[in-house]
Nanobody
Framework: QVQLVNSGGGLVQAGGSLTLSCVLS????????MGWFRQAPGKEREFVAA????????NYADSVKGRFTISRDNAKNTVYLLMNSLKPEDTAIYYC?????????????????WGQGTQVTVSS
């Protein structure tokens, strides 16, 4: 059974940085494409970033491109999301997710496993 535990959220001022982490257990991490989604109050869960397992190809939402960086450390079974130049509109619960496919897709329905979410709040 795959389990995802994410951490690293918190409160930060606009322009600041945060790094989120997510640890996968129960299966071989290196064979899972990993992603991050977020959900703000009253809004649907939206794609943020993903990194493929086979070639570490990355995919980003336009709203975070150039500010966020997704990376993975297969030795630590961990995926990271480095968030720079944070804006108040980045405030949301951030969810780590995993899928067996090789493509770093932005399609929420193609992800199988989800973490519990971590709150990120950006103050203006």
């Amino acid at each position: 059974q795959v389990q995802l535990v994410n951490s690293g959220g918190g409160l930060v001022q606009a322009g600041g940085s945060l790094t989120l982490s997510c640890v996968l257990s129960g299966r071989t991490f290196s064979t899972y494409t990993m992603g991050w989604f977020r959900q703000a109050p009253g809004k649907e869960r939206e794609f943020v970033a993903a990194i493929a397992w086979r070639d570490s190809n990355t995919n980003y939402a336009d709203s975070v491109k150039g500010r966020f960086t997704i990376s993975r450390d297969n030795a630590k079974n961990t995926v990271y999301l480095l968030m720079n130049s944070l804006k108040p509109e980045d405030t949301a619960i951030y969810y780590c997710t995993a899928r067996r496919g090789a493509v770093a897709t932005a399609n929420r329905d193609e992800y199988t496993y989800w973490g519990q979410g971590t709150q990120v709040t950006v103050s203006s």
